[in-house]
C-alpha cells in the first residue's frame, strides 16, 4: 500500500491550492479515504473524509465552505481543493485511508507542506 501527496507549497492568504494523493496497492474505490493535517506544536487534526459509495463528504468546522474532498476511482486518486486559505492552514497534510473501524486510519502518505504566509 502507498500513498503519495503532491500540490503543497507557499501561497498567501486567500489564495488556493489543490492537493492530491496518488494511491497504489490497493482497491481504492474500496475503501473511504480522509486528509489529516498536522501544525507545527500541535497534535493532528481530521479535515475531511469521502466516503466510497456515493462520495458522501465531510468537513471539519475549521474547513467547512472553503476546502472540497473529491475522488477519481479511476485514477485511484484523492483530491483535496483549498480555498480562501488562511495562515492558520499552515500544516504538514496526509492523506489517510480508513480503516475497517469509522475515522481511524490504517495507511498514511509522508505528507505534503502547506504554508499560508504574505
Known amino acids: 500500500v502507498q500513498l503519495v501527496e503532491s500540490g503543497g507549497g507557499m501561497v498567501q492568504p486567500g489564495g488556493s491550492l489543490r492537493l492530491s494523493c496518488a494511491t497504489s496497492g490497493f482497491t481504492f474505490n474500496n475503501y473511504n479515504m480522509a486528509w489529516v493535517r498536522q501544525a507545527p506544536g500541535k497534535g493532528p487534526e481530521w479535515v475531511s473524509e469521502?466516503?466510497?459509495?456515493?462520495?458522501?463528504?465531510y468537513y471539519a468546522d475549521s474547513v467547512k465552505g472553503r476546502f472540497t474532498i473529491s475522488r477519481d476511482n479511476a485514477k485511484n486518486t484523492l483530491y483535496l481543493q483549498m480555498n480562501s486559505l488562511k495562515p492558520e492552514d499552515t500544516a504538514l497534510y496526509y492523506c489517510a485511508r480508513e480503516s475497517s473501524r469509522p475515522y481511524e486510519y490504517d495507511y498514511w502518505g509522508q505528507g505534503t507542506q502547506v504554508t499560508v504566509s504574505s
Open positions: 469521502i466516503r466510497t459509495a456515493g462520495g458522501t463528504t
